[in-house]
């Protein structure tokens, strides 16, 4: 007969009600039972304690502000056999940032010329027939290497194409990595990166002499002509980088500017105070078509690293044209400093692109100008940098609810000695506030 249950009526002098099942007493059962208890609890635990050492941190700003390049810093700072790692792969990122650069300023020289055809001459600088034969002639001369662009930056995108789309997205890195390890170094790269290596060599002259042409120049002077910041820096380095040997540096690791699209995380092991911590990090896009998939990663933010490039003050939004870059990034900061899923988190300010800044103000550009707030204050540095904070800590003061303590960094995140020195201030300060808030014995 089975005992593994009986009819209540057979025990009914224990006194349970009518029709219930009593279960069989199983020790072996109970045993296992308590097992998985205990696992459950054991597993609750170790996930509160690598809760205390995990750190998340959201990089947040306007588009082209520096993010991605404090993320560099982070890892060059904590993980720079990381980067190590990573450093041939940044080759093909950086023949980009070349072709951009060089598609930009001939698109810009040619639509000068365009506009020149039929109308009175420009004053400032005259486009004369001379002029107009050779922006032709080195049209059709770098025409090639123009266009092998899309192919380039599709391969960089995973089969994203078009040129905008010189995007970074998670893992990028992979899609373009050397394929084995060779001693042809040309053979490691992808068809496309390949063909672009072999253009420049051919054209490197034609290339590195574009800055300098004086019609280049005088537009760039004159604000006709926008190029990305770091374009000086690669075209001047053209020679070197089209070298069979090719390694890019970390300083043009640094340089390189690539879009970031949606949100990158990264995970870095950080050493503080014995201790090891998980950061977190994500990395997202900033402009403002972006700016949708931030919502998400605010919960249980740890820290918020906002950055401002405060040398924007006489650009504009490139998704937008209308609005001034320094009056976006203020608004953004006042959305960060209201929001109530981020009050917990500590926030950072980097006042970004000091270098930009001082060779402006250097160069006679007038803060006055773009805003008009600004009024007969001097033109100089230690001026305008501090009136530029001062917005930024009023915006806090006035928004932020839990009255935070703000932390406020004057950056050059090209500068890595000095990038280095915050890294290290800013990642001492996020984790003691998190030992604060979560009590670490
Ligand atoms: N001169 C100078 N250039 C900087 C500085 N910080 C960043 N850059 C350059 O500015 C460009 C843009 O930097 P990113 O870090 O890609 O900007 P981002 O905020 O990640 O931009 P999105 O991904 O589009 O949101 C890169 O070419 C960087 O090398 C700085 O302090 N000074
Ligand atoms: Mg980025």
Known sequence: MSTATLPISSVNSVGWPSG???????????????????????????????????VRVLLL??????????????????????????RPSWRPAVYLNIVRATRTIMEGLENEVALSIGNPPDPDF????????????????????????SILSSELNGGLSGRASSYARSGWQTLISPRRNSSDTLADLTPGARRVVELLREMRESVETLRRYPLVASLLARRKMRIEESAPYFLNNVNRVCHPDYLPTTEDILNVRMKTLGVVEYSLSVQQAGRDYTWRMYDVG???SQRHAWIPYFDDTTAILFLAPISAFDQQLEEDPKVNRLEDSLQLFTAICSSRLLEKATLILFLNKVDLLKQKLQNGRKVRKYIPS????????????????????????????????????????????????????????IVRKHIEELGLA
């Not at 296992?32 to 050492?53: F, H, M, P, T």
């Not at 004369?128 to 049209?139: L, P, S």
């Not at 009136?387 to 995140?413: G, I, N, P």
Request: hydrophobic share 30%.
């Open 126 to 149: 005259p486009i004369t027939k001379g002029i107009q034969d050779e922006v032709t002639r080195m049209a059709s001369t770098l025409r090639p290497l123009i266009d092998a662009e």
């Open 20 to 54: 219930t099942v009593l279960e069989h007493y199983d020790p072996e059962a109970e045993r296992v039972s308590n097992r998985i208890d205990e696992a459950l609890k054991q597993e609750a635990a170790r996930r509160k304690e690598a809760k205390k050492r995990e």
């Open 374 to 429: 600004y009024g007969n204050r001097p033109n100089t540095y230690e001026e305008a940098s501090e009136y530029f904070r001062a917005h930024f800590c009023q915006v806090q003061r006035k928004k932020d609810k839990t009255h935070r303590a703000l932390f406020v960094h004057f950056t050059s995140m090209l500068d890595t000695k000095a990038t280095h020195l915050v890294v290290a201030d800013v990642a001492n300060a």
């Open 286 to 288: 900033g402009a403002r």
């Open 61 to 86: 700003g306007q588009a082209d502000s520096g993010k991605s390049t404090l993320h560099k810093q982070f890892q060059l700072y904590y993980a720079s056999h990381t980067l190590e790692r990573e």
